[in-house]
């Protein structure tokens, strides 16, 4: 069967404008006041999931939306929320998103609060990890709008110290996620405690069953926004390094000075991967650090930040850590483990290619990693580049000293793959050790003359 045009699906109810035709913020009819947001966010046109999202979601329908991740879908309900919310009493608690990674919760609200900068509507962000009290205090002052995660809210509906009953918009965010980490069961609880009437909206990369039952649940009569077909972002570029596993550190750190990156997010399998990873690359010089569960909220904001903001150009991460991560300029992402699904991959992939930059995904892979490209090459629709990198020794011998990562190697079965890592709300427990006195690796060489290989990803 022939899938749905990437537009609005139920398009007799839906004043998306027709394909083609030119389509301007200016077309929503948005207060100025949010308008003012947009241009000072510098976004000049609106990005397809808004073209087709915003006016659904204006006319006050639920609306289910598949967008992929960077592809501006905050914004897509932010303005019509912020729009609706306008009019209304103010320190009213109206609006709620759930999301499920702190990470996550914070970047919602900056969108919400950089777009609605003279609309003047209050935007407290819910999740663990860190004190209730403040966030107890800042409901009690009233708020406009909530970006919680859901464990934490639901601390707070148990202990009485939110009130909820006026709520009229609920977003469920990154829903396919919530479902990774086992939040389904809190975010039903959440709903049962909400207005009947109300409107809602469910956004999610990818449409597991499970999410397709909630969706059921929850959303009345939707207008389904589907933009893209699941697949990780066509703005990326991706290739394959098939590599030996005790190879791969020695690869990844030839492959950084032989490419030319801006800022490089790689991921691994599991926390303490990317702890030693990050940590061996700014041994190797690099500016880089790692993003985990088991750092404190403060210690992620500050690894987070420092990659925004340049200070680290290398991040290593773990899947649920970089949920979230919105960083524009990332150059690169690099699978230095393959994700356990294609749905991880898309997620991976979309934090490079954000906002139609172009980037790319390389991964590196093992022989046991074959079925897993295959199901990814599925989702893409079409066999990876496989890439050598010229000089490199693919035959060297494990080191005789601790082999990199000998500590943590995969079962060689390849079907037992580990659990995510994360706690609820990516809860965390110890302090992390930072590098901060790196110098810059050396910049590009020669990794344009790197050979393709044939498509199999056996290395010998
Ligand atoms: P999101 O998918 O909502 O996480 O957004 C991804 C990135 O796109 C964020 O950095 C947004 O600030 C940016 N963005 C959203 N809408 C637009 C737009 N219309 N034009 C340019 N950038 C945008």
């Known amino acids: 069967m022939k899938e749905p045009p990437a537009d609005c699906l139920r398009a007799s109810s839906c004043r998306a404008p027709a394909q083609g035709a030119h389509v301007t913020f200016d077309s929503f009819h948005l207060d100025p006041r949010l308008t003012a947001g947009i241009v000072s966010c510098g976004y000049t046109t609106p990005t397809p999931i808004q073209e087709k999202g915003i006016p659904p979601v204006m006319e006050g329908h ?12 905050t914004a897509a309900y932010a303005l019509p929320i912020m729009e609706r919310l306008l009019t209304g009493p103010r320190g009213s608690l109206r609006a709620l998103v759930v999301a499920p990674t702190r990470e996550l919760a914070e970047q919602i609200a900056e969108d919400f609060r950089d777009l609605g900068r003279k609309a003047r509507l209050t935007v407290l962000t819910i999740y663990g990890g860190v004190g209730i009290n403040p966030q107890i205090d800042a409901l009690r002052r009233g708020v406009d709008i909530v970006i919680a995660c859901p464990g934490r809210l639901l601390d707070h509906i148990s202990q009485g110290t939110v009130d909820l009953t006026k709520i009229q918009v609920l977003v469920l965010d ?33 449409m597991p069953e499970d999410i397709r039952h909630l969706a059921d649940a929850i959303l009345h009569d939707p207008v389904t926004v589907q933009i893209g077909h699941s697949a990780p972002v066509e703005t990326v570029s991706h290739a394959l390094y098939p590599v030996p596993q005790h190879l791969k550190t020695p690869l990844l750190i030839e492959l950084l000075k032989h490419t030319d990156t801006e800022s490089v997010l790689i991921f691994t399998r599991t926390k303490h991967r990317a702890k030693k990873l990050g940590e061996k690359l700014a041994n190797e010089g690099y500016r880089a650090t790692s993003l985990q569960g088991n750092l404190s909220q403060r210690a992620r904001q500050a690894a987070l930040g420092g990659f925004r903001d340049g200070r680290y150009k290398v991040l290593v991460a773990t899947d649920i850590a970089a949920r979230g991560i919105d960083v524009t300029q990332i150059s690169h992402v690099i699978n230095y483990d393959i994700p356990d699904t294609t ?6 992939i979309g934090r490079t290619g954000r906002a139609l930059h172009s980037g790319d995904a390389f991964t590196l892979v093992t022989e046991e990693d074959t079925i897993l490209v295959r199901d990814i090459e599925k989702v893409l629709g079409t066999p990876i580049e496989r890439r050598t990198l010229s000089g490199f020794d693919y035959k060297a011998p494990a080191p005789k000293r601790e082999t990199e990562f000998a500590w943590d190697h995969r079962p060689s ?10 706690g609820r709300d990516g809860q965390s427990t110890s302090a992390p050790k930072h590098h901060e006195n790196n110098v810059n690796p050396p910049k590009s060489l020669n990794h344009r003359s790197e050979s393709r290989r044939p498509a199999n990803i056996r290395t010998s």
């Open 62 to 73: 639920d609306v289910m939306g598949l967008a992929q991740t960077g592809t501006g879908k």
């Open 343 to 348: 749905d991880a991959y898309t997620h991976r």
């Open 413 to 422: 079965t390849g079907s037992s793959r580990p659990q995510r890592s994360a």
């Open 174 to 206: 990154e829903a396919d996620m919530m479902l990774d980490m086992g939040f389904l069961p809190d975010v039903r609880r959440i709903i049962k405690n909400l207005p009947a009437q109300r409107q809602n909206l469910l956004y999610s990369a990818t």
